[in-house]
């Protein structure tokens, strides 16, 4: 499995799996080898950063949204999560200013996250 094309496919299913199992460390491992075989895959990041959240490991999670958004830029569940995890920081002003960017910038294209995006930038604390 690991030599083939489909191998960084095949360890993050293998991790969501896990995840939704339940088992954090087991998953993570999928999601690591995943981006280790492709480094550039926003949505082994971001699914590596959800058990992060998960198990309140949030300057994991944040490096973790971070790398996924460095990757792909317009990948609106990272965005979410992002966002989320600065409001579980108590930083609002962070969560404000990473919605408001992604709508500025992609704002204008088709997304399935606009509508969540901009939900959730309407119920951020003033």
């Given at each position: 499995?690991?030599?083939?094309?489909?191998?960084?496919?095949?360890?993050?299913?293998?991790?969501?799996?896990?995840l939704d199992a339940g088992d954090m460390a087991k998953s993570a491992e999928f999601f690591t080898s995943a981006f280790k075989v492709r480094p550039n895959f926003p949505?082994?990041?971001?699914d590596l950063a959800l058990i992060y959240i998960r198990t309140q490991q949030l300057d994991k999670a944040l490096a973790e949204l971070q790398?996924?958004?460095?990757?792909?830029?317009?990948f609106g569940p990272a965005v979410l999560n992002l966002?989320?995890?600065y409001q579980m920081r108590n930083d609002v002003p962070s969560a404000r200013k990473v919605l408001e960017a992604y709508?500025?910038?992609f704002g204008s294209r088709p997304s399935d996250y606009l509508g969540q995006i901009r939900d959730r930038l309407s119920k951020l604390p003033s």
């Open positions: 499995m690991t030599r083939t094309g489909l191998a960084a496919d095949a360890y993050r299913h293998l991790g969501t799996l896990y949505e082994a990041h971001h790398t996924s958004l460095q990757q792909r830029p317009d966002a989320l995890v709508l500025a910038q």
